[in-house]
């Protein structure tokens, strides 16, 4: 399958992607409040609301929970004044009241013990599970040093369990959305404009005249902003180029569909390179002004000409050389997206390095409609007594590896806590707070060796998602909607916060993180860090310092802020200084070739997919966020399972038809725990199959989410390691179909 013949023949296809994105605006759009419930905002008597911000995804869309005078939770929506929605959430935002109403939530502490000979939980006070995971604690810092014990998290709860694991000293905290998500990203542009991209990204794509997605799949990857700002940019004539080897949403709606032989894209993106210095259509002046190594790059790019990329990707030619001319024409209004979830190949940082050198020679970093410089509001730290120091840390269990990580590396931190003959630094505690490892990690052998091995897991989540099946005490967390937490404070076009508050009281016996880290604390003795009664007193302190208070923000939700960090954009006639080392670019990479590798991006061929075997690619649905949504009886309702998406020709080779139930089998022989429907499409390409991450569930307390569908992360044995920075690249998987039930003929 290749360009532009597909292009056009599938872009017939493109109205079932269209309204794809038309019934996600239908329910995520969220109409105001009023207007769903047939009221004008006057004659809402019976409602009172209260601000929240949503923690279904990471953008954080701040919002109001109206709730009746019986105390339900009617309805979410968004807040109006908040620049990172707009006052509109999207479905699974507007669903989040499905984790708060979902039946299968934790509803008390949980303490494993053995029953004849069996392992089961049984329930158990706050104060003697409190008092089991400190006891444990105190026996790990007693036995091998505080730095022993090891964090995992990811989302709001996060923060106290920080704050807790340096209180008892150790800096051992780790989230899978560095190593398993952004890290090359960060590490990738970090190494050529001297900055990460963060989150929420600084993306100025309300204003881009040419907006380039390379597997960015902005409309199934529903983070609001982007999408409300990609719907914008479309509406103001932008040009949009999807590369991507399925028509995903966006690539329905732009002008070029690049559908890419995966893993090649390094070749692509280094011949636009080729294309913008050899039809010198590169930004000249903001190349020579700001960045170094150019005769190096256009040395190195010299032969990677779009005729030999055509060969490797099978994008033509003059499609390469029209797109490149397109960007040129935008630029510096044209963004080459950075992308989010890039643990791909294992050349990973490599991939983000070539993305942000086109980005470079479009000029497209601190102008408008490319990059803009984001500001945060940075409030005050409540007041604490210092930390100790930890005596080693994430960085030592890394052994001199992934010199370019700026965070810890989740598969170091599984790593160190397998203890083996030799190893210096053993980690022998987890705390985990908001991430299921289990769906979250490829590196399963990895993983469960680690969980064998551990003497103590505590686990802390609403759900009794698969993680919680390893602990020995599971602590209920209420949902964000029946407490307090941080204020949102994340860098924007402008600074702003946000207030989460509880809109009813917490359900069952479960109780806000904030609350659990403070026992945990002042069970360890470091009741000095926690020098509050309740964490509204925090809140209230953090707010008076800076001119407002707990009941103002109680009142509006979200306070904006005036930029007192200087312009959004370089001004004209300036110089601006980046952060790297020599202030300028860096088009080839002192730092890179210093370390070791190489100093500007080179395509490197990955494994094809043996005969009869396809790709595995996967990626998001809008109505679920990764695993986390699965139960969630709301959104269920919207999308129960995922399916197996096969190309028609290959369809047909294997005899199979629409919603026929298969298994899958990979590479090395690994078999899908359920089966999956086949959806036959015309939007992948032949040589992959996609399904939707998130589902497949094996844990039966799930019972909404146990058995739809099968979970990617299974299928994912093969790992290609990034060396720059620790990343886990997952997409060198391949899998074949099984059309009977495997286990049947194992069992007869
Ligand atoms: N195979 C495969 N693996 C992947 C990905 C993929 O696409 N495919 N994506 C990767 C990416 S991009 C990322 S960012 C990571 C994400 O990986 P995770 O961070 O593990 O994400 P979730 O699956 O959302 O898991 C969140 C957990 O938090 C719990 N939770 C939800 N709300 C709360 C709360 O308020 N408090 C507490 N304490 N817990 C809560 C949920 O019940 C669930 O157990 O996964 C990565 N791993
Ligand atoms: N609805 C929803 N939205 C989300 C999330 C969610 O769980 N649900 N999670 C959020 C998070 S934490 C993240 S990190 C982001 C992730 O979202 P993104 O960063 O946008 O996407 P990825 O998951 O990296 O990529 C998925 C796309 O890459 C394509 N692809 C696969 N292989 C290749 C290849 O070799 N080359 C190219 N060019 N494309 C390829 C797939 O077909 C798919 O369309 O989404 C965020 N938004
Ligand atoms: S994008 Fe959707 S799920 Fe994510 S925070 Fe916003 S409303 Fe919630
Ligand atoms: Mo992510």
Redesign the pocket.
């Known amino acids: 399958m290749s360009s532009r013949r597909d292009f056009i023949k599938i872009s017939a296809l493109g109205f079932g992607a269209t309204a794809v994105l038309a019934s996600v605006a239908k329910f995520g759009v969220g109409s105001p409040i009023e207007e769903m419930l047939g009221l004008s905002s006057e004659n809402l008597p019976s409602f009172r609301r209260f601000p929240t911000y949503c ?4 953008w954080k869309c701040a919002g109001w929970a109206y709730v009746t005078e019986t105390g339900n939770i009617q309805k979410i929506i968004g807040n109006p004044d908040d620049p990172q929605c707009n006052g509109r959430l999207c479905p699974r935002g507007t669903g989040g009241v499905g ?1 708060y109403n979902d039946k299968d939530r934790l509803k008390k502490p949980l303490i494993r013990f053995t029953n004849n000979g069996e392992q089961t939980y049984r329930e158990a006070s706050w104060d003697e599970a409190l008092e089991f995971v400190s006891n444990k604690m105190k026996e790990i810092a007693s036995k091998y040093g505080p730095e022993s014990m090891a964090l995992f ?5 996060g923060h106290y369990f920080t704050h807790l694991l340096n209180a008892y000293g150790s800096g051992n905290i780790t ?3 560095y190593a ?3 890290g090359p990203r960060e590490a990738g542009f970090e190494a050529t404009f001297g900055d990460a991209v963060g989150s929420p990204e600084a993306t100025d794509i309300r204003d881009a005249r040419c907006l380039v997605l390379i597997g960015s799949h902005i409309g199934e990857n529903m983070h609001n902003g982007q999408i409300q700002e990609m719907s914008d940019a479309i509406d103001k004539g932008a040009v949009i180029i999807t590369v991507d080897p399925r028509l995903s949403t966006a690539a329905s709606k732009s002008k070029y569909w690049l559908p890419i032989k995966p893993a090649t894209d390094i070749a692509l993106l280094m011949s636009w390179i080729h294309v913008l210095i050899y039809e010198n259509l590169y930004n000249k002046d903001y190349v020579e002004k700001y960045a170094e190594g150019f005769n190096e790059l256009k040395e190195h790019v010299k032969n990677m000409t779009p005729e030999w990329a055509y060969g490797v990707t099978t994008i033509e030619p003059d499609i390469i050389r029209a797109t490149a001319r397109e960007m040129a024409d935008a630029a510096p209004s044209a963004l080459v997206h950075p992308g ?2 890039v ?1 791909w190949y294992g050349d990973d940082v490599q991939r983000s390095r070539a993305i942000a050198i086109l980005n470079a020679l479009l000029g497209s970093w601190g102008q408008r409609g490319g990059f803009f410089f984001k500001e945060g509001f940075k409030l005050p730290e409540y007041p604490h007594p210092p930390y100790p120091s930890p005596n080693w840390s994430w960085k030592e269990t890394m052994n001199g590896q992934f010199p370019l990580a700026k965070m810890s590396v989740t598969n170091t931190i599984i790593d160190a806590s397998i203890p083996e003959k030799g190893k210096e630094h053993i980690i022998r505690g987890w705390i985990v ?5 289990p ?4 590196l399963k052998a990895q993983l469960m060796r680690a969980l064998q091995a551990l003497e103590l897991i505590v686990v ?4 009794p ?4 099946g390893f602990a020995d005490v599971v602590l209920p ?4 909607l029946e ?1 307090y937490d941080d204020l949102r404070d994340s860098p924007h076009r402008e600074p702003s916060i946000a207030l989460r508050m509880p809109a009813v009281e917490p359900s069952y016996e479960t109780k806000p ?1 904030w609350w659990i880290a403070k026992q945990i604390g002042e069970k360890l003795g470091l009741s000095a860090y926690f020098d509050y009664k309740d964490y509204k007193d925090v809140l209230d302190w953090q707010l008076k310092q800076v001119g407002s208070s707990l009941e103002e923000m109680q009142r509006i939700g979200v306070k904006r802020l005036k930029r007192t960090k200087g312009p959004l954009y370089i001004p004209e006639g300036e110089v601006h200084k980046f952060n790297t080392p020599s202030g300028k670019i860096q088009l080839h990479s002192k730092e890179l070739a210093d370390a070791g590798f190489d100093a500007i991006p080179v395509y490197t061929p990955h494994p094809e997919p043996p005969e009869g075997f396809y790709r595995l690619i ?3 649905a809008p109505m679920h ?7 969630n009886p709301n959104l269920v309702a919207l999308m129960p399972e995922n399916s197996v998406w096969v190309n028609p020709t290959i369809a047909k080779q294997w005899g199979l038809k629409s919603d026929q139930k298969v298994w899958l089998k990979n590479q090395d022989g690994v078999i899908s725990t359920f089966s999956i429907k086949v959806r036959i499409t015309e939007r992948i390409r032949w040589d992959s199959v996609y399904m939707v ?2 589902f497949g569930h094996h844990y039966k307390p799930l019972k909404n989410a146990y058995g739809r569908g099968v ?3 299974e ?2 044995t093969n790992v290609m390691v990034d060396p720059i920075m620790g990343g ?1 690249g ?1 997409r060198g998987n391949f899998i074949t179909f099984i059309k009977e039930d495997p286990r049947k003929e194992m069992q007869s």
């Open positions: 923690e279904v995804c990471f984790m998290n990811h989302g709001s709860s989230a899978p959305s398993q998500c952004r989010r979830h643990t707070s908001g991430t299921n490892l769906i979250a990690m490829p802390v989540d609403t759900m998602m698969e993680i919680t967390e209420c949902t964000y407490r993180a996967y990626g998001r966020t990764f695993s986390r949504t699965a139960n991450h998130g979970n990617d992360t299928m994912i886990t997952m």
